[in-house]
């Protein structure tokens, strides 16, 4: 699968915007909407989003083994050179074996990850869920548009994981936390932790 790391944390169900005019994602792109394949989008522990030039080369790039698959929902390429993607993502994934081509793509043998059970939000934490579905709906009471709101739909407050990953997508928390939080394979506890942060602040 090809990879694309960024100083982002993706979760599924969650809307990705993106740039891309570098040569490695250009041809990325292009091969993904041809084909109808996602690819994977990684968290950076080192380098930057886009490949600068150091002393002896490339800056290095490293990057979480686990990350979550893109699907590509709609393009639109306004001049050469320059494609705006914004994707969708979807199951979680573990990176088992990695390789960098020519051109700086990076290709990964990857393990699929079992989707998030389906679990009922429990009595002690439905107030975080509806603190959620307040703020969604004034969000988009005050957008001219729900447009960043999107790929989050259909809503499921009723469900731990999906609260818990709209949550982690809404709140400033910091990166490290966020990569923590997608890496549990629980979806109660993921919630649990988003109560503490929200009760903390």
């Known amino acids: 699968m090809p990879l694309f790391p960024l100083g982002a944390v993706l979760f599924p169900g969650g809307h990705l915007p993106l740039q891309i005019f570098e040569e490695r994602y250009l041809d990325m792109v292009g091969r993904c909407l041809r084909k109808g394949l996602p690819f994977g989008v990684v968290s950076l522990t080192e380098g930057g989003d886009v490949r600068k030039r150091g002393d002896a080369g490339h800056a ?27 994707c969708v993502g979807e199951q979680r994934f573990q990176v088992l074996g990695q390789r960098k081509l020519k051109h700086g793509l990076w290709l990964g043998d990857v393990e699929r990850l079992a989707a998030d059970q389906v679990v009922a939000v429990p009595d002690d934490l439905v107030h975080v869920a509806q603190q959620l579905e ?14 960043p709101l999107r790929a989050t739909t259909p809503f ?46």
């Open 134 to 147: 307040s703020l969604i709906q004034r969000m988009q009471a005050e957008a001219s548009s729900p447009q």
């Open 60 to 86: 290095p790039e490293i990057f979480k083994s686990i990350g979550t698959m893109a699907r590509i929902t709609a393009w639109q390429s306004p001049h050469p050179g320059l494609i705006r993607i914004d």
């Open 156 to 201: 499921a407050f009723d469900d731990c994981g999906w609260v818990a990953n709209r949550w982690c997508e809404l709140l400033p928390l910091p990166h490290a936390m966020k990569q923590n939080l997608l890496a549990l394979d629980s979806p109660l506890v993921r919630l649990e932790l988003i109560a503490d942060f929200l009760e903390r602040g």
